[in-house]
């Protein structure tokens, strides 16, 4: 009996000191390779709106957003940001299942003084707002914690399951659960304004 106690009790340490799921690199810094354009305005070309410069992805603003190619679920989304000449407006998507102006998905919002917000776009529901409700914004819990225009800010996303958690600057800021999305593709929105993103990483939950 003690020597199946004591198996069982290795069993579990060796299990706890595996290996933990690496991060995987969204952004390889030089290029949008891995991720779709989409643009509201069909006249403009995603090349001149997104670029990549200085091992940052600059968004000019004009409505549209880059999505990963692949959808994920389960992970811990960390991504640096930046407003490079004044305080505007952005969001980081996330579980989008349907393209458009704009898509399906939960976005943690990015706009100056609500970064930290989370809006149920197009549809989408949480046990904290559903789809028949007059609110689609889940206001964040602190007060704001963005960075003054041109120093970066982070933020770190997690999706479990049917739950997401978001940090920004290393604050708690919001929580939802119950989500009807729960997994999909990421994406960074532009609207309004210029904004720089960097350093993008997903790590799978364990």
Known sequence: MKKSILAVAVAAIL????PKPAAISLFNGKDLNGWTAVLED????????????????????????????????DYRLNAEWRWPDSATNSGIFLHIQRDGIWPNCYECQLW?????DLIHSS?????????????IILPK????????????????IVCSDSTITVHVN?????????????QGFIGLQSEGGPIQFRNITLTPLD
Request: hydrophobic content about 30%.
């Open 15 to 18: 299990i706890s000191c595996g």
């Open 42 to 73: 069909s006249t403009l070309h995603p090349s001149t709106e997104f670029t990549v410069e200085d091992g940052a992805i600059s968004l000019s603003g004009k409505f549209g957003y880059i999505r990963t190619e692949i959808p994920y679920a």
């Open 112 to 116: 100056n003084g609500k970064a930290g």
């Open 123 to 135: 549809g989408t529901e949480s046990a904290e707002l559903r789809a028949d409700s007059t609110l």
């Open 141 to 156: 819990l602190e007060p704001s914690t963005e960075k003054p225009v041109g120093e970066w800010n982070t933020a770190e």
């Open 170 to 182: 290393g604050r708690l800021q919001n929580r939802i659960t119950g989500l009807s999305n729960r």
